[in-house]
């Protein structure tokens, strides 16, 4: 089975807003598949910079080839804040892995994404994606399930079948248009054609 490695590197968030009535904001990002808890990462928790906190945290995925151009395959990024008496969602953004794949094999410049949730925040990714690679073909039962409902994806060595069905919980609202472009050192730089990716 021919698949490609989808590798995500979440640099960093700005303005976004404090969530806590007193102490010091502590975010981190938690990462998955359709916000499947089974393809789920976290991030380590920036301890110091609060509002506008930086992970440079990579990781990656194992995607079937036909999954890249599937356009109900969603990357969710939920920024948390840690808290004692519970974490809190800060905010999320949603991106079809589609429209990363439709702008190329890999982001020449970090990309900014609006922040669902917050009036001002944005986060700040790159991705790439690996030239196709043979995997084991999976048994014919999960081809046909593969095939009628969902798709694969290689998390730790096994292969999971999730369900095709767009994520699209919340009310929230996926825009698959390109997102601005930032500068290569993590800051995000105005452009005159930028573009912003809204409301995901």
Same mark, same amino acid.
């Given at each position: ?45 920036? @301890? &110091?910079?609060?509002?506008? +906190? ?6 990656? %995925?194992?995607? #079937? *080839? ?46 900014? @994404? &609006?922040?669902?949730?917050? +009036? ?6 790159? %991705?790439?994606? #690996? *030239? ?69």
């Amino acid at each position: 089975m021919e698949c490609r490695k989808l590798e995500i590197t979440l640099v960093s968030a700005q303005n976004l807003p404090n969530v806590r009535n007193t102490g010091r904001m502590k975010v981190y990002a938690k990462l998955s598949l359709k916000g499947d808890s089974k393809t789920t990462r976290k991030s380590q928790v920036d @301890y &110091e910079s609060e509002t506008n +906190p930086r992970w440079n945290f990579v990781s990656d %995925y194992t995607v #079937s *080839e036909p999954t890249v151009r599937l356009p109900g395959v969603i990357l969710v990024v939920r920024l948390m804040c840690k808290r004692t008496l519970g974490d809190r969602l800060v905010g999320k953004v949603k991106i079809p892995v589609k429209s990363l794949f439709d702008m190329g094999r890999m982001s020449r410049k970090i990309l900014s @994404y &609006e922040v669902a949730g917050t +009036p001002e925040g944005r986060l700040n990714l790159l %991705y790439s994606f #690996s *030239e196709t690679m043979l995997v084991r073909q999976p048994s014919p039962g999960w081809k046909t399930a593969f095939e009628a409902v969902g798709f694969l994806v290689l998390v730790g060595g096994a292969l999971l079948l999730l369900s095709g069905e767009s994520d699209h919980d919340d009310g929230d609202v996926v825009d698959d248009r390109r997102p601005s472009r930032g500068s290569s050192d993590g800051g995000v730089e105005e452009e005159e054609d930028m573009v912003f990716y809204d409301a995901c």
